[in-house]
């Protein structure tokens, strides 16, 4: 796969000399001194819109609300809770006790208490005000109340992942919690940063605060080469992102694909990620054949994972270990290999054999007068390489007789169909999660519209298993968490098969990065 | 009978003043049912595809009770006729609606994105108009009446060939090679007039090159006339003869196609913008569309739809200026 | 069909279409078969690889050899744009005609709707029948063109609607041809050329816009692939390996290529009439010479009475396409003296008409003129600089063309264009101009001056505007007015008005006019001298007075063909031919003929009156 120019470049061959330069002057960094004062711009893939960072829980918005907000405490890239508004923190069960030091100040110089975290909380615990992080990062049916400068958070189930679903939630500060019409252009907030200027869909600007003091681990803003001003620009394509980057008009991009490529070729400060590429979801439900074991089983059995994978990662991942792999994770075990039913054609003839599917004359199996045919859905966002991993798919399920129709669609209709109708046997879906407790409401539980378990999964060893790992704390439950996850793949009720390299690139800066540039991280270099 | 020639001839007077007011007066009660129509095909067809935005704006791990929640205080549980009526009452109004995706008002959105976008495309339009014309009018002189074969061959091939390139393949070998290799321009983003030239060029070059090839064919048949011949008889100015005789001709087909080029300019900045990183108006009706926010949708449609018929009644009205015998004048 | 693709490949330009198109459709034929497999074999070690011996293209995600998926795509791209085009063309068609045949009301609202299409964004109409049909090709195809098809229905509009006030359109009605009939004989034929151009313009549009639908996921879905998709997979990777995108970005082209030649070649030959195909020949730079060694020679010998136009062996020739060459003209002496008219006449394709133009310095390629002597006002107007022949042709010349309908440019006032004379060679300003023109107009007896200065030539009728060309030749003061067949397109009693002005300003002026026809009577009304042409040559020059007595046989079947008062109505109406035949048959001398044709001149309206 050695990169190869030619034909339109072949102005190249003349401006070598000039690229050679250009390759040089943004070259790597690590070597150069801090630049004091400087502005770091960083490229975002989508404009976020409403910059409440309470309401949506997009990731666009993520990267925006860590500069202008804090949250209760952050996690570092290895899992490790550290202290940010919160100094202290004990979880006992169906308590949370956080201390909330004084001194913490928003950006127009007012306090912020346990009393306004507190608000926070129960602001988003309230279903009718439509918060996307109830659920995925704060529990339901917490309430929560303050006194002094305690928090208790009292839960109705416990939570074996509170911390790590508080660090990704943004604390607002007291004005704006109930008139939040200002934060839908503006912020306010606790964060080392303030917005100074939004042009949306092209750019956001922030300014440093110089008196903040309150970062991860007592991180502050007095250090060398912090930037004192953070531009965020807002590029939806990967090769015009890449080409900022090399150019040396941004800092700090994340890249995929041969856009990547360029950036490890160009030699740059680089930190690499896991995130989940390719998951295959079952339909459960009665009367889809996918419902029968032996189908789910052959079905896995036909296609050969490891090829799958690399295919649809572009040379760039591998094999899937689990479901919550994003960081920041707190449990990184392996519970795939072995579980998931190997690649054997053989094999899933024989299972479709013995469960009484027929091949028929055009060697489509039948069984009891009903077809093998099945409807199989994937998002058009992941491009070519999703396409050309179906059709390996599509051509290995024709191989043992099951004909299966492919449908590439947007992520509204891939939805509808999995959340609303139901008119799917097999859908290629990430779910990215960062705690294997984010996923059990799509894994177990009431189906849609009461609950998430759209493919309809009743696994009782997975059930049980959570039951008992939920009692367990934080990362002390991972073993039994793996074993609940293990139950799910060894009866290939879903099969996740694809884990990709993630690349975050710096340019003139460095910073550290789980998912979203940690502010107080940042560093310019010259 | 002299009274009669006279009031005959003030009313004619009267009449011809008119005539544009009354052009003016169809042409904006006209507008008004096209954008109705617009509007409401526009709608119909969004709400009837399938696809559930507020899960996909959500996410698919927000809990089913806030996607219900969402979805009720948008008014999307409601009869479809509802929800149309409700729309075009936001209309009369001015308001356009909330965008499901950023729930920032849609209003809002569009006034922002939409000068970048008008902006680019009537620079490309201007710069394949001034491209194109004496391109076309200087080739047709050369190649009438079977001269310079080669030159004729030459310049159908190029201007088919130009024209044929997708525009943001065209965008991205100019960034390749000005910007990346080099940096001479800027790669993306708005800012500044150097970064503004690839972006018009991308999308002026094709259609210049098109505009180009029907102009020297219309001329072409323009320049065997009589009326050409005429003009030659008196002696005139070639170039004279040119622009006065031969040009306003030659522009039927031309002025027609130059409008459809330029609305779908307007609509067609999308894949250039994304290359670009041009904060405009084009990603995001791809955008909304595809993730069926539907008040953007219905927000942008008008717009574009403005944007069009505008341009189509220019059109209409330059070709009754030009032309004065053509009944669309009279249309 | 057969005559259009033997005119196309004549041409550089139609030979070269032919054979791209050729070759793209022998591709799209013949590369599924020869490398459909190939182009399926995965190789999932070697995904996204560069340029090598093997892959001369590279690979794609699956490994495949993407030079060989290129050429197979072919078929499928081309079918698919051709469709989507088909579909286009005809709903196109079909709107943009029907305001023509459903009347005023109802095409008035096709028109209204047609412009509201136009403003759909093709992108919804995409999706929805991705919606209806599925996201496949066939969903593609109609979305597409139906997308297209509001575009091409309005320049149909356009097109018809310039055309349908053109007076012979409402001939055709008011000769109760049906809207059919108008619509097929006389409106489409006159509209086709653009039409055709812009139909090849919207296949080679096709092809891109089902890249962009890839790019939205719609159109072609795996595992088909056309070049659209083709070319989406390969954008992404561009800087890696440029060529992934670029070969199916140059097929698109290359087809692109091939379709718009066709059309514009096809085209360009179904306007070409049954004559050969004129080429020009090289001038003869030698004779140029000669000319300006005889003009410095005679300019020696002008005097102050020199005629007003000389001319001796005037020849005009074409080349034909097949070698051969058209002698237009053949060696023709010409004198106009001052104040004098003088006519030529003779039969159709005689080279009158070639002989005033040659004159007039107005042939051009293809035609070459050349003439031992050629001199206007006593000067060789070709041996002048281009500036000073302009001003002295502009000046002192006056051409009046036949046909009056379509010798003016129909956007433009009438007072304009003949203000424009006047500001060009008299240094007038405008408003001076239009007052010389209004002035002009009333001369030649039009009424309202002022009032039709606005107008435009369609507002005038025949015989005005004939009486306009006139009157625009009198802006500055000619010497000499050339006259071809002013008079042909007009009835009697407007034809004996004009011949009255041509007259009257001789008698006032002292211009003089060369008058073409081929109505001999006409000729001998008005002019002092005659000279007869046939077949390219002079054969008889004689004053008017003289004509009743001419010699040759073929003034006198001129004259014996034209029917007058007292013509006996039983006899058959004389033509050239039957003269001749009656001649040999009676094998009488000339003076027996004479007398045979005396019969008939005696009471002869042929002298002058």
Known sequence: MTPNRSAVTAVVAVTALASVLVGCSSGGGGDGAPVEGGTFTQILGSDPGNLDPQVSAGSALFDLSKLAYDSLVSVSADGEVRSQLASEWSVEGTTATLTIPDGITCGDGSAFTAQTAADNLNWISDPANQSGFLGAFLPVGVTSTAEGDTLTMTLSTPAPFLLLGLSGLPMVCGGSLTDRDGLAAGTDGTGPYVLTEAVPSDHYTYELREDYAWGPDGATVDEPGIPARVVVRVVSDGTTAANLLLSGEVNAAQLTGPDADRAIGADLFTIENTAIAGEQWYNHTEGHPTSDPAVRRALTQAVDLDELANVLTAGKGGPATALAVVSPTVCTYDAISGAIPEFDVDAANATLDDAGWVRGADGVREKDGTRLSLTFLYENSLGAAAAAAAELALASWQEIGVEVEGKQQDETALLDATFSTGAWDIAWLTLSVNSPDQAVGFLSGAVPPDGSNFSAIANDDYTAAVAEATLTDGSEGCGVWQKAETALFEAADIVPFANATVFMFGNGAEFDWSGVIEPTSMRLVG | ??????????????????????????????????????????????????????????????????????????????????????????????????????????????????????????????????????????????????????????????????????????????????????????????????????????????????????????????????????????????????????????????????????SGLVAGTVLVETVFAWPGLGSTIVGSIQTKDYPLVQGTVLVYGVGVLLVNTLVDAALAALDPQSTAAAA | MRRTITAMVRTPLGATALALLALVLLTAAFAPLLWGDQADATDTGDLLAGPSAEHLVGTDNLGRDLLLRTLVATRLSIVLALCATAVAVGAGLLLGVAPLLLGRVLGRAVTWFTGIAVAFPGLLLALFFAAIFGSTATAAVFALGLAGAPSFARLCQNLIAGIEARDFVSAARVGGIGRFRVLFRHVLPNIGEPLIVNATVGAGGALLAFAGLSFLGLGVQPPEYDWGRLMMDGLRGIYANPLAALAPGIAVVVAGLAFNLTGESAARSLGISDDVILTAIPRRRRARAEHAALQAADDAASAENAPVLEVEDLRVDFAGANGTTVHAVRGVDLTVGTGE?????????????????????????????????????????????????????????????????????????????????????????????????????ASVRITSPRRRLRQYPYEFSGGMRQRAMIGMGLMVSPRLIIADEPTTALDVTVQSQVLDLLRAIRDDEGTSILFISHDISVVAELCDRVLVMRAGELVEELDVKDLSSATHPYTRALLAAVPHMSTDLERPLATLATLEVDEQRSGRDTGASAAVLGRDLDQSEVSSR
Request: glycine share 8%.
């Open chain 3, 341 to 441: 008219i003088v006519g030529i006449v003779g039969e159709s394709g005689s080279g009158k008409s070639m002989t005033a133009l040659a004159v007039a310095q107005l042939v051009t390629s293809p035609g070459t003129v050349t003439a031992r002597t050629l001199r206007f006002l006593g000067t060789d107007p070709r041996a002048l600089p281009a500036a000073r022949r302009r001003r002295l042709l502009g000046t002192s010349m006056a051409v009046v063309f036949q046909d009056p309908m379509s010798s003016f440019n129909p956007t433009m006032r009438m007072g304009d264009q003949l203000a424009e004379v006047a500001v060009e060679h008299a240094g007038l300003r405008r408003r001076e101009a239009r007052d010389r023109a209004a002035d002009r107009l």
């Open chain 2, 1 to 262: 009978m002299t009274t009669l020639t006279t009031r005959l001839a003030e009313d004619d007077r009267q009449l011809g003043d008119h005539r544009w007011l009354r052009f003016a007066i169809r042409r904006a009660g006209r507008l008004l049912v096209s954008l109705w129509v617009l509007i409401t095909a526009s709608f119909l067809m969004i709400h009837l595809v399938p696809g559930d935005p507020i899960r996909a704006a959500l996410g698919p791990t927000a809990p089913a009770a806030v996607v219900e929640a969402r979805r009720e205080s948008l008014g999307l549980n409601d009869p479809i006729w509802q929800q149309y009526l409700h729309y075009l009452g936001g209309l009369f109004r001015g308001d356009l609606g909330v965008s499901i995706g950023s729930q920032l008002p849609v209003a809002d959105t569009i006034a922002q994105r939409l000068p970048a976008t008008l902006l680019l495309a009537v620079l490309a339009f201007a710069v394949a108009i001034l491209i194109a014309i004496p391109l076309g009018m200087a080739v047709a002189v050369a190649t009438q009446r079977g001269r310079a074969r080669g030159l004729e061959v030459g310049f159908s091939s190029s201007t088919v060939v130009v024209g044929s390139i997708p525009d943001f393949l065209l965008a991205v070998a100019l960034v390749a090679v000005f910007s990346v290799e080099l940096g001479w321009l800027p790669v993306a983003g708005r800012e500044g007039p150097l970064s503004y030239i690839l972006p018009v060029l991308a999308l002026a070059l094709g259609p210049a090159a098109i505009l180009a090839r029907i102009l020297r064919i219309e001329a072409l048949s323009v320049l065997d006339a009589d009326f050409v011949r005429t003009a030659h008889a008196k002696r005139l100015r070639s170039a004279r003869i040119t622009l006065r005789h031969v040009l306003p001709n030659a522009v039927t087909a031309t002025l027609t196609l130059g409008g459809l080029l330029l």
